[in-house]
């Protein structure tokens, strides 16, 4: 066993670092200087703006993007259908909700990232 010049703590002889303060133990000097203030972790991801984009994920899911009857002109309906209905015929645009699900997520955890708690 070898102890730790700087906590006094017990090692084993296979550690070459305390595991207790983290400096060597065989006491030569260190490439980085620890006894300066050890850097600060970042602040944890925003968990208002998360719950906002699982709000809006669910949203966008329960009324996803329309496009006309392939028998119409092609024209997106979008979220036009809240307030009228879209026709019968009209199909669910699964390559817009795919973007539209994609774009909300990664603004999410930007915004998340980016307004996290310090």
């Not at 084993?12 to 620890?34: Q, Y």
Request: hydrophobic share 45%.
């Amino acid at each position: 066993m070898q102890t730790c010049h700087f906590c006094d703590r017990l090692q084993a002889e296979i550690n070459r670092f305390c595991v207790e303060c983290g400096r060597r133990l065989d006491g030569t000097a260190e490439r980085t200087s620890i006894s300066g203030p050890r850097a600060t972790p970042p602040g944890q991801l925003n968990l208002s703006i998360l719950y906002g984009m699982v709000a809006a994920l669910i949203l966008a899911l329960l009324f996803p993007p329309w496009e006309t009857p392939p028998s119409q002109a092609p024209e997106f309906l979008g979220m036009h259908f809240i307030l009228s209905a879209p026709a019968p015929e009209a199909v669910v645009s699964r390559m817009l909700l795919t973007i539209e699900l994609v774009t909300i997520a990664i603004a999410g955890m930007y915004g998340a990232f980016l307004f996290r708690t310090k």
